[in-house]
């Protein structure tokens, strides 16, 4: 999750009509491309219809955050890998939001195959948070299907995956439905002020950015004995690769978007790091790395340098400074320094309220919002960082985006064998730098 300042309570938008289209195809077959008003409402009724296809922490909170920007929705399909989760969710919001949540034990759906059954439950927009392997499959079916879709980050874990996520955010766009990123900095009106700023030249040229983001290790599931490897593994997915991508593609990953962001989407050249496992050694984290660090290097001599941490007992940190030819910028205190000193001083709001806001405004107006662009550059530069740092290679651009490794395809049942197990130190193995291949 992104760790957030200077929230504000949000203030409920007020009613919008729909297009004026919404009425007229009301039970009109569609030729070619899908309106932006294709969706399951009735006719005359300004209700929009969500589901959730993951119902932990992140998704649940996401459905919050829709209901509390937008009172005419409904929330009537919950899906997640287990209906104990699923369940809890729909309880613990229901009870939070009332009215809002319509959404009965039949439309409760559980296991791998339950994210198709929220697709089809008749929604008009679709919120994804499950395991990040998964979000690749489940965009482009939501999309496919003609669903506006909110896709939490990282988009993909994998190369290959963030080029089913590309075309997925192509399709939305002959289709003219939303997509909207979970990389939810964008959305802070700070940083969005702050951020403009820089790209007026308040700093000069950007020469460094040093992105920070050091924490404990995420939740933490103890493991039950009438478990089997894979339920244990889901169960506990933030500490598996081939679910989460690792922690740089959960946490750093928001930093290195704001790096991105700065330098306008302009694509580093190389990069290359260093990592391991220092501390984070019992079963229960997995395959991963505990600590990374590495620098992006691009064709006019800027540097991004990536610090990323899970571990216990350490100091945290979550920062992003920028050192410019004028000045500096320290991103999330909104100050600038040096020849254009300047400081925001408004309220920040709440931005995971934000995104929702963005996502259902603009289904109402008419005015689809795609953040393709970003959602495939900067899950590429976790990916890059993620194969430089586990492989202790210097890794290119044009390598990272032909990279043939596959984490996770989506295609995955209660009999799959994980792809990595308990070696016989009674330890899953993590990357090697210097012996783990690049593929």
Same mark, same amino acid.
Request: charged share 25%; hydrophobic share 35%; glycine share 10%.
């Given at each position: 999750?992104?760790?957030?300042?200077?929230?504000?309570?949000?203030?409920?938008?007020?009613?919008?009509?729909?297009?004026?289209?919404?009425?007229?195809?009301?039970?009109?077959?569609?030729?070619?491309?899908?309106?932006?008003?294709?969706?399951?409402?009735?006719?005359?009724?300004?209700?929009?219809?969500?589901?959730?296809?993951?119902?932990?922490?992140? =998704?649940?909170? #996401?459905?919050?955050? %829709?209901?509390?920007?937008?009172?005419? !929705?409904? /929330? &009537? +399909?919950? @899906?997640?890998? $287990?209906?104990?989760?699923?369940?809890?969710?729909?309880?613990?919001?229901?009870?939070?939001?009332?009215?809002?949540?319509?959404?009965?034990?039949?439309?409760?759906?559980? =296991?791998?195959? #339950?994210?198709?059954? %929220?697709?089809?439950?008749?929604?008009? !927009?679709? /919120? &994804? +948070?499950? @395991?990040?392997? $998964?979000?690749?499959?489940?965009?482009?079916?939501?999309?496919?299907?003609?669903?506006?879709?909110?896709?939490?980050?990282?988009?993909?874990?994998?190369?290959?995956?963030?080029?089913?996520? #590309?075309?997925?955010?192509?399709?939305?766009?002959?289709?003219?439905?939303?997509?909207?990123?979970?990389?939810?900095?964008?959305?802070?009106?700070?940083?969005?002020?702050?951020?403009?700023?820089?790209?007026?030249?308040?700093?000069?040229?950007?020469?460094?950015?040093?992105?920070?983001?050091?924490?404990?290790?995420?939740?933490?599931?103890?493991?039950?004995?009438?478990?089997?490897?894979?339920?244990?593994?889901?169960?506990?997915?933030?500490?598996?690769?081939?679910?989460?991508?690792?922690?740089?593609?959960?946490?750093?990953?928001?930093?290195?978007?704001?790096?991105?962001?700065?330098?306008?989407?302009?694509?580093?050249?190389?990069?290359?790091?260093?990592?391991?496992?220092?501390?984070?050694?019992?079963?229960?984290?997995?395959?991963?790395?505990?600590?990374?660090?590495?620098?992006?290097?691009?064709?006019?001599?800027?540097?991004?340098?990536?610090?990323?941490?899970?571990?216990?007992?350490?100091?945290?940190?979550?920062?992003?400074?920028?050192?410019?030819?004028?000045?500096?910028?320290?991103?999330?205190?909104?100050?600038?320094?040096?020849?254009?000193?300047?400081?925001?001083?408004?309220?920040?709001?709440?931005?995971?309220?934000?995104?929702?806001?963005?996502?259902?405004?603009?289904?109402?107006?008419?005015?689809?919002?795609?953040?393709?662009?970003?959602?495939?550059?900067?899950?590429?530069?976790?990916?890059?960082?993620?194969?430089?740092?586990?492989?202790?290679?210097?890794?290119?651009?044009?390598?990272?985006?032909?990279?043939?490794?596959?984490?996770?395809?989506?295609?995955?049942?209660?009999?799959?064998?994980?792809?990595?197990?308990?070696?016989?130190?009674?330890?899953?193995?993590?990357?090697?730098?210097?012996?783990?291949?690049?593929?």
């Amino acid at each position: 999750m992104c760790k957030q300042k200077n929230n504000q309570s949000a203030n409920t938008p007020s009613r919008r009509s729909f297009l004026k289209a919404s009425s007229a195809a009301a039970g009109a077959a569609l030729v070619g491309n899908l309106s932006i008003s294709r969706g399951a409402h009735a006719a005359g009724s300004d209700i929009l219809k969500f589901g959730l296809i993951g119902c932990g922490g992140r =998704g649940s909170g #996401a459905a919050g955050n %829709v209901m509390n920007v937008d009172k005419n !929705v409904r /929330l &009537i +399909a919950m @899906a997640d890998a $287990f209906m104990d989760k699923a369940i809890g969710s729909r309880d613990r919001l229901k009870n939070q939001y009332k009215d809002l949540v319509d959404v009965p034990n039949e439309r409760c759906f559980a =296991g791998f195959d #339950a994210y198709r059954k %929220v697709i089809d439950s008749g929604v008009d !927009v679709v /919120l &994804i +948070a499950a @395991a990040s392997g $998964f979000h690749p499959k489940y965009m482009k079916e939501a999309i496919d299907a003609g669903k506006h879709v909110f896709v939490e980050k990282p988009h993909s874990i994998d190369a290959p995956g963030l080029k089913v996520v #590309a075309q997925a955010c192509a399709e939305a766009k002959k289709k003219n439905l939303s997509v909207v990123s979970g990389l939810c900095w964008r959305y802070h009106k700070g940083v969005q002020e702050t951020v403009k700023r820089v790209h007026d030249g308040a700093i000069g040229d950007i020469v460094t950015i040093q992105e920070t983001y050091a924490r404990p290790p995420y939740r933490l599931t103890n493991r039950d004995p009438k478990w089997t490897e894979i339920q244990w593994q889901v169960r506990n997915w933030y500490h598996f690769k081939w679910l989460s991508g690792d922690d740089i593609e959960q946490s750093l990953v928001h930093s290195l978007d704001k790096a991105n962001w700065l330098l306008k989407e302009k694509t580093p050249q190389t990069c290359w790091g260093v990592g391991g496992r220092s501390s984070m050694f019992e079963p229960k984290f997995g395959d991963q790395f505990d600590n990374n660090a590495m620098v992006f290097e691009y064709s006019d001599g800027a540097r991004v340098y990536g610090f990323s941490r899970a571990a216990a007992g350490c100091h945290n940190e979550t920062s992003d400074h920028i050192i410019g030819t004028k000045g500096s910028c320290n991103l999330l205190k909104f100050r600038i320094e040096g020849e254009n000193k300047w400081r925001f001083q408004g309220n920040g709001g709440n931005m995971y309220d934000e995104e929702q806001r963005v996502l259902f405004n603009s289904i109402r107006n008419g005015k689809p919002v795609n953040n393709g662009k970003y959602m495939v550059g900067s899950t590429m530069l976790g990916i890059m960082g993620r194969q430089a740092c586990y492989t202790g290679k210097k890794i290119t651009w044009e390598q990272i985006n032909n990279s043939t490794e596959v984490l996770n395809d989506g295609n995955v049942t209660w009999d799959t064998k994980p792809p990595v197990v308990l070696g016989k130190d009674g330890l899953y193995p993590c990357a090697v730098p210097g012996m783990t291949k690049f593929v």
